[in-house]
């Protein structure tokens, strides 16, 4: 196929790309600027690139329209956060019937009612990211199922994979969280660290929105979870790294209103926001109806983040 990838030199982009290309599609990637890929591969190589502001073609009105006539069979949106976005976009794809497969989140859940949560379960967001997101799936959902669109929507978890900084087992991104666990310093969590995060590797979530391609009869007109195959505790996910590293887990816990005392307000706005989504996902309709296989846990994902971290000399080991 030919296919449109936007933003596709982003987390998930360093992995689909190179298996598109693999698979033989003929692939362009729209993108804001020449940033290169996390992780290098040669299959970039054979890719067309284009740069497009989004932001600013959006409010001229001429980013749709310079999508929709690249004429692909399909166009894989990763970087859209705004209904008016989305709805100009759909329209411009409609006269082709072109698929439009969109990145979603977990966080247009909300707090989770019931878990592990499923696609069907009902939708509580909260935040200005999970409501504008799950308002884009509404519309993507509602226009194909009256026959304007084909769109397809994919809900990661949290992002980690060679490159970047994983959300720590503190709930936020400092990666000298994981300085301290590799030093076995004391890690003082919130509350009794039983709230959740639930990870996944960019490069599952790139199998995912490969497969969605493949199978689009069974894809179509559906959101699917692409998460790691279970969750973890912040109190298990820091136990767990401690023994990575050959330590013996030093925990201490304190109230939520104690503990945002001990870090910056950016990194307990951020840990607040996990800790309220606290998300835990049913991968089985994905399984299913995709055939999505995960190759990382959360933690095996996680590890792999922090490798390049401490490769890169942003992470500290201890002597």
Known sequence: MRLVVIGGTGHIGTFLIPRLVNAGHDVIVASRGKREPYVPHPAWAAVQRIEIDRTAEDAAGTFAVRIAALEADAVVDLICFTLDSAQRLVGALQPRRTLL?????MWVHGRPAVVPTTEEDPRHPFGDYGIKKAA????????????HA??????????VGPGWKPLNP???????????IARGELLQLPNEGLETV??????????AFELALTHPDDAVGESFHVVSPAPLTLRAYAEAMFA????R??????????WRQTVTEDEAAATWDHIAHSPHGSIAKARQRLRYAPRYTSLEAVIESVDS?????????AE
């Open 136 to 147: 884009i799936e509404q519309l993507l959902l509602d226009a194909t199922r009256r026959g």
């Open 249 to 258: 887990a030093k925990l201490g816990f304190l109230r939520w209103d104690e």
């Open 101 to 105: 497969l969109h990145c979603g989140t």
């Open 198 to 207: 639930h990870h996944v590797h960019a490069d599952d979530v790139a199998q």
């Open 150 to 159: 084909r769109a397809v929507i994919l809900h990661p978890g949290h992002l």
């Open 309 to 317: 971290l401490i490769a890169a000399g942003v992470v500290y080991v």
């Open 170 to 180: 503190t709930g936020h991104f400092n990666p000298d969280v994981f300085t301290r």
């Open 244 to 247: 990575h590293f050959g330590q």
